[in-house]
């Protein structure tokens, strides 16, 4: 009887490692273990750092391989980008140039308007109670 406990356990098992191998190959699977949004604080005072200081650079918030410049580019309305170009290495970082109010590329010589066109984007918005949100889960360009 103990065998034949013993032995049904394990065929549970497998079946259940099937089934979890089955759903994360399918891509059906949807994690919940961590938020892809990246709270800022309230617009008001990071735009008033933009404004003295130019885009704010984060490297990574998410720890998902995601450095970013978030800009606001008019009152209350808001851009994050990836500072890396699309197809560069990770070693080619856009940099802020103030004069011109462009991203620029060192390695292509290419630049980037304020908006982060051409750039990976982001959705960025402002909560009801004036917080700053990025939301990292998918570019939106």
Known sequence: MVILSAAAGVVVAIVIFAGVISLVGSGKAKSKLGSNLFHLG???NQAKIVERNGPLLFADPLEKGRDIYVNELARNQWVAVEVHPPGESKSCTVKWVASTKVFHDPCSGHDFPADGTGLV????????????????HQPIS
Do not use: M
């Open 42 to 44: 309230k617009a008001k």
């Open 121 to 136: 984007r982001y959705h960025t918005f402002i909560e009801k109670s004036g917080d700053l949100v990025v939301d990292l």
